[in-house]
């Protein structure tokens, strides 16, 4: 945007494994072994006891050696209804059992037994990496203003047709976009290209063409990894534009498709897979869209209204999906809980002070990782809030080039909390227009923006290159950690994705009204990724690596599914408090905002040996939609701080 148009206009007015049936099916002792010394173990003592109903417990062969865990004790109880058997951790040392001693107990049902590794959860493996940049595409010849991974591991990025130009030409035989020019009145042909598909695999670029402008639009994955875009400029305005995760997929847009015109709204996905979009300039309105619906409802939002400002602040409103199944939804510096069918407030959250926090302010917001690692129906919710600027630190950038440094405090607040607080702290540099991305791991990462002034045209200074990590477990004073620094300016209309390998995939970032080549900040089309210090390679021996073929790849609400992955090499004994299975479907990204993002760390069930250094893990799947909505998910296997690689999963 547009700062000078924006301003002028203010003054004037996720089976192929199904889940099994039960934890019991693997270990599942079947037969070979029953309650006495297997002449097989050699040395190795095992003690069997089973004091109750059917009480065998049937050590089956996977089950006794176990080469992965040394020469450690082990101890096998299964109290519980089918009688499972489980692999305790730190068991105990069994006086008189040999060098690897055994002690199996089963006191229950019928005595089927699977073995599950327990265990205290240790520490986070320690790196001193602060993390990595490579440049990968030297030019993609869009500038990536607005992007979404999709599950064919091509990310689609775009920025807008206004400026009639960009670095790269639509492919040969297609017709071009032609406009009229204000000035001359001509009738000129726009040939560029101004959205792409980019392979995160080969780094390539294909030149897509857009016909309505979705300049400063919002996005997301629709249940079946199709990406849906709404909102725009002109004859973007209205445009619902989709593509699916396809070969040779093209844009589809309907320019009427929404029942608003919408430019900066915000787009979620809700828990029966529709989408809700929210605000834009001067739509004081949501509405919900589903692709090829057109009877969906528009309801007046007046809280949009009443938290915009002089400069428009509460613009790309931060909209979050809690785990009660509302939506937190945070304007400029206000935030309500919204039941957005009932088109009623459920709750009031206390004013955020310091500034405001939104476009063209904008900080950055995100829903810290949601455990279900309890039996909790309804996990706590928790919302950050970082940066921005104060409210009229627009103006002074648009009207004066004074440009006022940006906010550096950041705020949480837990959302389901009947009576909640915002709890406040400080981060190591200041920052207005980055990026907030949940990482694998549960941390988080703030990347890209600038330390003053705000967005638009011109309307920065002093990019922000130092991304900064955020353990949100820990406590206040050790949560961040500076990574190291880039050398490209990523300011207005920059964007930053997760990767499935890990990596944060950065591009865009154009502080000019066309594309401009010679300039302190010129229009950035270089696509760099950054490796996070997980990525360290000396932690490379600790990485989980997903067996996909072994796994479960569609996990359905509530049921148990399984994954299959290895380990070179753990420290002491590995239990199933060492692994967490996180799920994250991918955002759409724009404007310092990921729309839809939610990492969700699953519970585990049972941690079975495989084979020596291979592991099955059986997991819970999310309860339902309102925890992660129905779509694609990168499935991550994270071992003391250490993610695997991705695995797409669709829930559903
Ligand atoms: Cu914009």
Same mark, same amino acid.
């Given at each position: 945007?547009?700062?000078?148009?924006?301003?002028?206009?203010?003054?004037?007015?996720?089976?192929?494994?199904?889940?099994?049936?039960?934890?019991?099916?693997?270990?599942?002792?079947?037969?070979?072994?029953?309650?006495?010394?297997?002449?097989?173990?050699?040395?190795?003592?095992?003690?069997?006891?089973?004091?109750?109903?059917?009480?065998?417990?049937?050590? =089956?062969?996977?089950?006794? =050696?176990?080469?992965?865990?040394?020469?450690?004790? !082990?101890?096998?109880?299964?109290?519980?209804?089918?009688?499972?058997?489980?692999?305790? *951790?730190?068991?105990?040392?069994?006086?008189?059992?040999?060098?690897?001693?055994?002690?199996?107990?089963?006191?229950?049902?019928? *005595?089927?037994?699977?073995?599950?590794?327990?265990?205290?959860?240790?520490?986070?493996?320690?790196?001193?990496?602060?993390?990595?940049?490579?440049?990968?595409?030297?030019?993609? *010849?869009?500038?990536?203003?607005?992007?979404?991974?999709?599950?064919?591991?091509?990310?689609?990025?775009?920025?807008? #047709?206004?400026?009639?130009?960009? %670095?790269?030409?639509?492919?040969?035989?297609?017709?071009?976009?032609?406009?009229?020019?204000?000035?001359?009145?001509?009738?000129?042909?726009? @040939?560029?290209?101004?959205?792409?598909?980019?392979?995160?695999?080969?780094?390539?670029?294909?030149?897509?063409?857009?016909?309505?402008?979705?300049?400063?639009?919002?996005?997301?994955?629709?249940?079946?990894?199709?990406?849906?875009?709404?909102?725009g400029f002109l004859d973007g305005e209205q445009t619902v534009r989709s593509i699916g995760a396809c070969e040779g997929c093209q844009w589809q847009e309907n320019v009427n498709g929404l029942?608003?015109?919408?430019?900066?709204?915000?787009?979620?996905?809700?828990?029966?897979?529709?989408?809700?979009?929210?605000?834009?300039?001067?739509?004081?309105?949501?509405?919900?869209? %589903?692709?090829?619906?057109?009877?969906?409802?528009?309801?007046?939002?007046?809280?949009?209204?009443?938290?915009?400002?002089?400069?428009?602040?509460?613009?790309?409103?931060?909209?979050?999906?809690?785990?009660?199944?509302?939506?937190?939804?945070?304007?400029?510096?206000?935030? !309500?809980?919204?039941?957005?069918?009932?088109?009623?407030?459920?709750?009031?959250?206390?004013?955020?002070?310091?500034?405001? %926090?939104?476009?063209?302010?904008?900080?950055?917001?995100?829903?810290?990782?949601? #455990?279900?690692?309890?039996?909790?129906?309804?996990?706590?919710?928790?919302?950050?809030? @970082?940066?921005?600027?104060?409210?009229?630190?627009?103006?002074?950038?648009?009207?004066?080039?004074?440009?006022?440094?940006?906010? %550096?405090? @950041?705020?949480?607040?837990?959302?389901?909390?009947?009576?909640?607080?915002? =709890?406040?702290?400080?981060?190591?540099?200041?920052?207005?227009?980055?990026?907030?991305?949940?990482?694998?791991?549960?941390?988080l990462l703030f990347v890209n923006g600038a330390q003053r002034g705000t967005a638009a045209w011109w309307d920065a200074e002093e990019p922000n290159f130092t991304p900064v990590l955020y353990?949100?477990?820990?406590?206040?004073?050790?949560?961040?950690?500076?990574?190291?620094?880039?050398?490209?300016?990523?300011?207005?209309?920059?964007?930053?994705?997760?990767?499935?390998?890990?990596?944060?995939?950065?591009?865009?970032?154009?502080?000019?009204?066309?594309?401009?080549?010679?300039?302190?900040?010129?229009?950035?089309?270089?696509?760099?990724?950054?490796?996070?210090?997980?990525?360290?390679?000396?932690?490379?021996?600790?990485?989980?690596?997903?067996?996909?073929?072994?796994?479960?790849?569609?996990?359905?609400?509530?049921?148990?599914?399984?994954?299959?992955?290895?380990?070179? =090499?753990?420290?002491?004994?590995?239990?199933?408090?060492?692994?967490?299975?996180?799920?994250?479907?991918?955002?759409?990204?724009?404007?310092?905002?990921?729309?839809?993002?939610?990492?969700?760390?699953? #519970?585990?069930?049972?941690?079975?040996?495989?084979?020596?250094?291979?592991?099955r893990l059986f997991s819970s799947a999310p309860p339902s939609g309102v925890i992660a909505p129905p779509g694609y998910y990168l499935l991550f296997v994270v071992h003391r701080g250490v993610?695997?690689?991705?695995?797409?999963?669709?829930?559903?």
């Open positions: 945007m547009h700062g000078k148009v924006l301003w002028i206009v203010l003054l004037l007015a996720f089976a192929g494994h199904a889940a099994p049936k039960s934890h019991r099916y693997d270990f599942a002792l079947g037969n070979p072994y029953q309650d006495q010394e297997q002449p097989g173990l050699g040395d190795t003592d095992v003690g069997i006891n089973g004091d109750n109903g059917n009480g065998n417990a049937n050590l =089956e062969s996977p089950a006794q =050696e176990q080469p992965g865990l040394g020469d450690t004790d !082990v101890a096998i109880n299964g109290d519980n209804g089918n009688g499972n058997v489980n692999l305790e *951790g730190p068991a105990q040392e069994q006086p008189g059992l040999g060098d690897t001693d055994v002690a199996i107990n089963s006191d229950n049902g019928n *005595g089927n037994a699977s073995a599950s590794l327990e265990g205290p959860a240790k520490a986070d493996f320690e790196t001193t990496s602060i993390g990595n940049w490579d440049l990968v595409n030297q030019d993609s *010849g869009v500038s990536a203003m607005q992007i979404n991974l999709l599950p064919n591991n091509k990310i689609i990025a775009y920025d807008t #047709k206004t400026y009639r130009k960009s %670095r790269l030409l639509l492919p040969p035989g297609v017709t071009c976009l032609s406009f009229v020019d204000d000035k001359t009145k001509e009738l000129i042909n726009d @040939c560029w290209a101004h959205s792409i598909e980019y392979d995160i695999q080969t780094n390539n670029v294909i030149p897509l063409k857009m016909e309505s402008d979705p300049w400063c639009s919002a996005g997301g994955l629709a249940t079946d990894g199709t990406l849906v875009g709404t909102g029942k608003e015109r919408r430019w900066y709204p915000t787009q979620i996905i809700l828990p029966g897979g529709e989408f809700l979009v929210v605000g834009g300039r001067r739509a004081f309105s949501y509405e919900f869209l %589903r692709l090829g619906r057109t009877d969906q409802k528009l309801s007046f939002f007046p809280f949009l209204y009443e938290t915009t400002d002089l400069d428009e602040n509460n613009l790309y409103p931060f909209v979050h999906l809690s785990t009660d199944g509302n939506v937190f939804v945070f304007a400029n510096n206000r935030s !309500v809980l919204l039941d957005p069918y009932a088109n009623k407030i459920v709750r009031t959250f206390p004013v955020l002070p310091g500034g405001s %926090r939104n476009y063209p302010a904008s900080g950055m917001s995100a829903l810290l990782p949601i #455990k279900l690692t309890t039996d909790n129906s309804t996990p706590p919710a928790e919302v950050i809030v @970082c940066g921005g600027n104060q409210n009229n630190a627009f103006r002074l950038a648009e009207t004066k080039k004074e440009f006022v440094p940006a906010l %550096r405090d @950041c705020n949480r607040i837990v959302i389901t909390d009947p009576n909640p607080k915002w =709890e406040t702290e400080d981060m190591p540099s200041r920052r207005t227009m980055g990026d907030l991305l949940n990482l694998p791991t549960g941390e353990n949100p477990d820990k406590p206040q004073g050790e949560r961040f950690k500076v990574m190291k620094a880039s050398q490209i300016a990523r300011m207005y209309h920059s964007s930053s994705a997760l990767l499935p390998d890990g990596k944060i995939w950065v591009g865009g970032s154009n502080t000019h009204q066309t594309y401009v080549d010679n300039d302190r900040f010129p229009t950035e089309t270089r696509i760099e990724n950054f490796s996070p210090s997980y990525l360290d390679a000396e932690l490379d021996k600790y990485r989980p690596a997903i067996d996909e073929a072994a796994s479960a790849k569609i996990l359905n609400y509530g049921q148990e599914f399984q994954t299959v992955f290895s380990i070179n =090499e753990v420290d002491g004994e590995l239990s199933k408090s060492d692994i967490k299975v996180t799920i994250y479907p991918p955002p759409f990204t724009t404007h310092g905002y990921s729309m839809g993002q939610r990492l969700v760390i699953l #519970k585990n069930l049972n941690l079975n040996v495989e084979t020596p250094g291979t592991y993610p695997s690689k991705a695995m797409w999963v669709q829930i559903q």
